[in-house]
Structures are given as structure tokens and as C-alpha cells.
């Protein structure tokens, strides 16, 4: 338990700060090693997987918003010391009820020498809140006035709180004061397009090329479809003199064995977290090596449940996967990497509680009593007329061992008999946006530091990364109370309400809470790991 406790604290002090990456790997490859020469400024990483979108207003994952975030910038970016600074925004004013926000926009230009507009920030959010979109993370603007109402069809774009003044001001009106709005205007729903470019080809973002232009501290000049993408330093760029990479090329390696391999043969400067996986066989050897990184970050990784499958529309068989469970058997034999077991929705940074959670780690006994309640209720006789329970992950090594110990346990602890499917990212994602899984596996890190970040998502039944299918009037009800309150305690207090209900109903079942682990080039400085996981290479450099 001290171990735990000291994990525990070191997640609490790791949010709203930024992990700078400053050694531990023995990779030194761009320096020959001469000491003298001056070291490439190359970054050679692994992304494990093709992005599933790098338009700002359809990436819903994190391999898109790595992407994105380092070629794009929004009004404000999270700066070194894990807090928003201004970006594309020089300054602004808020109204004296928090409601309205005026920026002042800097002299700025796309990659491809366009000015950078209040015009293209108001087009990027009502695109993405226009319903014909389908943008997944639209729900991110429902903090806009009429932001929610536009994107379900009830008001018109023209009424959404976003409304570019003049070429240079940018005036946003909220639906109620958000003490955590620039940090939302940091994520990458919230990163403006070149309007003159998208409207002229609404294709523009599949492909590298002329028309995906950029405004951030690099722009994409090569992507090789499930291969690689090739970044350089954007000339453009209004503060290219606090750049000092030159070229950034990712890679898309599936086995992360490989990309160990390639890492340690000084083909890669960095393997593992946040942009991909280390081998999980491998981290206590690295441990050894004394070259492992591990830094605990807001994030969960849970099981999804399509409630509207039978016998997943049944809570008590929901809870009896969930109680049938061993987590610290999985941390402590597969992700090996000092992941907290997860009984609860909200990371213990921002709800301490939540190491103990809302129910007991690998609970057998009350998992076959729910069992064979749930079992009556939807008419079943015993477990043997269950249908069979279809797991979906998407490929990788810790995914599939993961999967393979729930099978087992669920089959030994409550006689369940389970199907593994597995597809690549691209291909899985879309299957659980469609609802075509039984239980999905998944994780969330969070977009920004507030609990509410963690339990929005499930707040409508169609909302864009819901997938459960679940939704919960009262649930719903508190979120909206809680977005209302000014007292900060009695809003946090709701949001523990809500996930309360959440936890009660079991649409997921939470596995662990992240860490990254990582290791990388010891020549390698300044890499920007926020608490929340995000990873931004604009200060980064090789020594």
C-alpha cells in the first residue's frame, strides 16, 4: 500500500504540471556520438497506427491528436508548465459574468501564408457543430451558446455563440461561465481550419499536400498511409524561433516489439507512451536497465458495455462482469507499469476517494449473485443459455493479453463462455461508434483537468464517443446542474452524484488508471508531457 500511496501522490502533483522528458533512455542516435558535432534536430518516433482523422473537428483519439497538436495551434496552448497560455489569441477580456470572451487574435499564418483569421475559428466550430458533420467531439462545443441546440437540429449555426467581429476578433459567448474554458480552447476540437482552403476542397484534410495547411509549430509535408507521417518545422509559424526541431517522422509500427528493437538499434528516439506501447514482457527489464520513465496521468482504461444487447441491458449481468474482475492480478502480471486498479469512472487526482472506488476488486461472490439475478430477470434458466459474450479490442499485445485474463476470469469465476475479436484502430473505432460490439475495450485520458471531462461523455444516449448506448435522466440532469453552480465544492459534489449512478449502472467497466511508460534518446530534452497525457514536441530539442 505505501508503494500505491506514493503513486498515488505523485499523480496528484503530475496534473496541471508538464512531465519534461529530460533522460533515462541510452539511445543517443543524431549526435555520432563525436561530442563535438552538433546533434540533428530529428525526432524519429513510432504512432503505432494510421490517425483516424487530422481534421481538428473529426479526430476523436489520440493518435490524431498528437498529430494534431503539434501541427495545429487553437486561441490558447497548454504551455510548459501545464497550464493554457495564450496561442493564436495576443489577449482577451471576459465579461464581469464569465459568459463572454473577446480575443484579440495575433499576427499569425498558415503554413501556407494565408493570415490566420477570427473568420477560420468560427468556421472550424460551427462545421463541427453542424449536425451534417457528424463530428464526434461536437459535444466539446456545447459549452457555446446554442452550441448543443445547433448540433441536434433545434437552432440554427447562425445562432451559435461564435461570431468573428472583424478579421482580428474573435467574440465567444458561453451558455454559463466555465472556469476551465481556456483550457478547452487548447484541444483540438477547438484548433481553427483555413476556411478559404476547406471551402474550395472539403477533402482537404485526407491527404498531405497543398491544401493541408496548418498554423501550428509544424506542418505535415508527407503522409504514407498506415506508414508514416513526415512533419518539418513550419516557417510560417509565428514563434518558429522557440522551435528547434527540424523534421518529426512518425511511424505506423503495429508491434511494439519492433519498435523496441528499432529504438534500441538507434532507429527511434523514443519508444512507448504517450505515442505508442512499450512491450509489456519487456518494462521490468528496462526497470532494471534503470532507462524506464513511468509518470501516472488522468486517464482510465475500462470496458465498454452495448447496453442495448441482450444480456447487456440487464445491469445486474453488467455488475457481475464487472465484479468477476481481478484488476491488481492484471496490473501486477500484464501492464506491469505501476497502473492503479480502477473501481471508479474519475482518476484519483481529481477524486482522491477513487483509489478505494465503488466496489471490491475481483467481489466473486456478490459477481455470482448478481449473476443468477440478472440470469431470472431476462428469463434465462443458467448461465449455460447465455449467449455468447463477444470481446473486441483493437490489435495490439497488451489489448489482446488483457482481453485473454477477462476471458479466463469470467469463464472460471461465473461460467461465461466469450468470443476475442480484434481489428486495427481505424476499423474497431468505427465498429463501436456503429454499436457493432458486445464489449468493446477502450480508454479515456482526460481532454482537460475536471471530473466532468470523464462522465460527459455518457451524458447523451447518441452522444458522439458514448458507444454504450446508456443514458440516465437524473445522470444527465446533474451534469447540467453542475456546469450551473459557482460554488466549486457544491459542484464537485454533484459530479460525485453522477457518477454514483454511473457506477450503480455499470454502462463500463473500469480495468486501471493509466501511466505512461516510456523510454527515449538520453540527448533528448524538453519534451512536454502534460498530466493529462498530452505530448507536444514545440520546445522539444536534442542536446
Known amino acids: 500500500m505505501k508503494k500505491r500511496f506514493a503513486l498515488l501522490l505523485t499523480l496528484l502533483l503530475a496534473l496541471g504540471m508538464v512531465l519534461s522528458a529530460c533522460g533515462g533512455g ?14 540533428k534536430q530529428e525526432f524519429r518516433v513510432n504512432i503505432k497506427t494510421e490517425p483516424f482523422s487530422l481534421h481538428p473537428g473529426l479526430a476523436n483519439d489520440n493518435t490524431s491528436g498528437t498529430v494534431l497538436r503539434n501541427t495545429f495551434e487553437g486561441l490558447t496552448r497548454i504551455g510548459m508548465d501545464g497550464k493554457p497560455e495564450l496561442a493564436m489569441a495576443e489577449d482577451y477580456e471576459v465579461s464581469e459574468d464569465g459568459t463572454v470572451y473577446t480575443f484579440k487574435l495575433r499576427d499569425a499564418k498558415w503554413s501556407n501564408g494565408d493570415p490566420v483569421t477570427a473568420h477560420d475559428f468560427e468556421y472550424a466550430w460551427k462545421w463541427a457543430l453542424d449536425p451534417k ?55 483540438y476540437t477547438y484548433l481553427p481550419i483555413n476556411s478559404k482552403i476547406a471551402q474550395k476542397n472539403p477533402d482537404w ?11 501550428g509549430p509544424f506542418k505535415m509535408v508527407t503522409w504514407e498511409h498506415r506508414n508514416k507521417i513526415e512533419l518539418v518545422k513550419n516557417d510560417q509559424y509565428w514563434d518558429k524561433d522557440n522551435v528547434k526541431l527540424e523534421k518529426i517522422t512518425m511511424h505506423m509500427i503495429e508491434d511494439v516489439n519492433t519498435e523496441l528493437s528499432m529504438f534500441k538499434k538507434g532507429e527511434l528516439d523514443w519508444a512507448g507512451a504517450p505515442f505508442s506501447a512499450l512491450p509489456t514482457d519487456s518494462i521490468e527489464q528496462l526497470e532494471k536497465e534503470g532507462i524506464l520513465n513511468i509518470k501516472p496521468i488522468a486517464g482510465v482504461y475500462w470496458y465498454k458495455f452495448n447496453t442495448e444487447v441482450k444480456p447487456l441491458n440487464n445491469v445486474k449481468i453488467r455488475k457481475a462482469l464487472a465484479y468477476a474482475i481481478d484488476r491488481e492480478a492484471i496490473v501486477k502480471n500484464i501492464t506491469k507499469a505501476g ?19 465503488y466496489f471490491k476488486d475481483n467481489d466473486v461472490e456478490t459477481a455470482k449473485k448478481l449473476l443468477e439475478e440478472g440470469l431470472k430477470e431476462l428469463g434465462y434458466k443458467d448461465v449455460s443459455e447465455l449467449p455468447v459474450i463477444k470481446i473486441a479490442y483493437n490489435t495490439d499485445e497488451a489489448h489482446q493479453k488483457i482481453a485473454q485474463a477477462i476471458q479466463d476470469m469470467w ?66 440532469q446533474l451534469l447540467i446542474q453542475s456546469q450551473k453552480e459557482r460554488d466549486p465544492e457544491k459542484r ?19 480495468i486501471y488508471f493509466y501511466t505512461n511508460a516510456w523510454v527515449q534518446n538520453d540527448n533528448l530534452k524538453d519534451v512536454a508531457i502534460s498530466g493529462l497525457g498530452d505530448v507536444q514536441l514545440k520546445w522539444a530539442y536534442f542536446e
Open 26 to 39: 541510452k539511445n543517443s542516435a543524431g549526435d555520432k556520438g563525436s561530442g563535438k558535432e552538433k546533434p
Open 133 to 187: 458533420n457528424e463530428s464526434q467531439y461536437a459535444y466539446q462545443l456545447y459549452y457555446l451558446k446554442n452550441g448543443e441546440a445547433a448540433n441536434t437540429g433545434k437552432a440554427s449555426l447562425d445562432s451559435v455563440g461564435v461570431k468573428a467581429q472583424d478579421d482580428k476578433t474573435l467574440v465567444v459567448t458561453l451558455e454559463q461561465p466555465t472556469p476551465y474554458f481556456l483550457e478547452l480552447t487548447a484541444f
Open 205 to 215: 484534410y485526407k491527404n498531405a499536400g497543398e491544401d493541408y495547411v496548418s498554423n
Open 339 to 357: 497502473q492503479i486498479p480502477a473501481m471508479a469512472a474519475v482518476p484519483p487526482s481529481m477524486f482522491p476517494e477513487n483509489e478505494k472506488g
Open 411 to 476: 469463464k472460471k469465476n461465473l461460467g461465461i463462455k466469450t468470443e476475442l475479436e480484434n481489428e486495427e484502430w481505424a476499423v474497431y473505432i468505427e465498429k463501436l461508434h456503429r454499436g457493432d460490439y458486445m464489449v468493446g475495450r477502450m480508454g479515456w485520458l482526460g481532454d482537460f483537468n475536471d471530473p466532468i471531462n470523464f462522465l460527459e461523455l455518457f451524458r447523451d444516449k447518441n452522444g458522439g464517443n458514448n458507444d454504450t448506448r446508456w443514458e440516465n435522466p437524473q445522470f444527465k
Open 492 to 510: 464537485l459534489e454533484l459530479l460525485k452524484q453522477a457518477e454514483k449512478i454511473f457506477m450503480d449502472e455499470m454502462p463500463v467497466a473500469p
